[in-house]
């Protein structure tokens, strides 16, 4: 069984695109990137190791981190616990896995997705407005079966942890019904 035959739909917070949607011109389509965004990409996908080193071994350093992300990407508005980004930067400290975490964006810069055809299966895409860069949605329609465009009114990088309600809403709004899905299975079995 492929992916075609077992994936029903998709539900997404982002849109990897298909080099046919952009045509290798992705940073036309994405619109301008701040100089940190941009810097903090290089960083990311040349020399992530570096700074995680760093990071493993200060605890300071792992918190600075972690916060300026949660500054930089969250929705000023979203009223995000203290516990919740104390038990975020307690998992990546207690774990040590801010390293394999940052290796991840080395990796897929070295091995890129390379989505050469149009991603047919349903897709249902949650656009939170402070996620950034973000393709338009006609580029993400070129590389995808967009049958749902949620625009969210809050929400940023972590909407799950910002809008938890809005994104289980969407979420929600797109599963089908029990009955639905037993007729998908039925067609499969």
């Known amino acids: 069984m492929t992916y075609r035959e077992a994936l029903t739909q998709l539900h ?13 011109h992705c940073t036309d389509c994405c619109g301008p990137i701040g100089l940190s965004a941009l810097e903090y990409r290089v960083m990311q996908r040349t020399t992530p190791l570096t700074a995680s080193y760093g990071l493993a071994d200060s605890p300071a350093g792992l918190a600075a981190w972690i916060g ?29 896995t801010i390293a394999s975490s940052m290796r991840y964006y080395l990796e897929s810069a070295e091995t890129p997705l390379l989505l050469t055809e149009r991603i047919a299966v349903p897709t249902h895409i949650a656009r939170f407005p402070l996620e950034a860069p973000f ?14 465009w949620t625009e969210m009114p809050r929400g940023g990088h972590f909407a ?26 039925a067609k499969r079995g």
């Open 160 to 185: 799950a942890l910002e809008a938890p309600d809005l994104l289980a809403e969407d979420i929600v709004a797109c599963a089908p019904s029990p009955r639905e899905a037993g007729r998908g299975s």
């Open 135 to 148: 393709p338009p949605r006609p580029y993400v329609e070129r590389g995808y079966n967009v049958v749902r």
């Open 12 to 24: 997404a917070l982002y849109a990897q695109l298909p080099a046919l949607a952009c045509q290798g």
């Open 68 to 96: 300026e992300k949660f500054l930089l990407w969250a929705d000023p508005a979203s009223r995000i616990p203290t516990d919740t980004l104390l038990t975020n930067l307690s998992i990546y400290w207690f774990t040590n």
